[in-house]
């Protein structure tokens, strides 16, 4: 069933196996880190609903990612990060506990790569996993870095569950590189931005969307 009234959104009836898409007004972010336009920081904190004291979570790499470490309210969580935006977020908070893979530090993609199998990683059972996409289609989430990719496959291997932010105003063309199939997004958190003919075709393939409008002014 869609709950949303657009009118540039196609009229014919979306079939009865298609996914539910929650729409709802994003209320106003907890995270509040400078260069987060008004879409970036509902998708954010909408995220941050996802976010369960007590359970391990992996956090992608990306703006998105760094805004919703920003927001995290609650000290009783776990985290995993290759990006070191996310980690200068949570460090200085005592009570959440960081764990830190092992790698190289580049500066420059501001992530943390392992060229090997890493010992960390192997050994970390998450709930869930955020991934922050720089485009979506039919053959997946989709990011514009070969390092980042090969990175984040790894990582998606521990996780039970994998959510997906997406703000429709940094989508690339240049994202290219699928990083996963639709199939493995357990949740879709994007802004009401999105383009009609993604939406459907994301709804087609039976994505649970959550979708956010930003709130006024």
Known sequence: ?????????????????????????????????????????A???????????????????????????DGIATDDCHILSPSIDVIRALLPRPNVRMTLPSGTCFPD???????????????????????????????GVLLRDAVVVQTLRQWLARASEVVVLACSRHFSPAAGLSLCPLSRIGTLIVDDGIPADLLKTLVMAGVKIHMVTPPAG
């Open 43 to 69: 998708v954010a904190a909408a995220g941050l609903n996802y976010v369960q004291p007590g359970v391990p979570t992996i956090i992608g790499h990306g703006p998105l990612a760094r805004l919703l470490a």
């Open 1 to 41: 069933m869609f709950h949303n009234s657009r009118e540039s959104w196609p009229k014919e009836p979306w079939p009865t196996n298609a996914a539910r898409v929650e729409a709802v007004e994003a209320p106003r972010s907890r995270a509040t880190s400078p260069g987060g336009d008004g879409r970036s920081q």
């Open 109 to 139: 993609r501001g992530i943390i790569v392992s060229p090997y199998d890493d010992p960390i990683l192997r050994h970390f059972a998450a709930g869930r996993i955020f991934i922050c996409a720089e485009g979506l289609s039919a053959e």
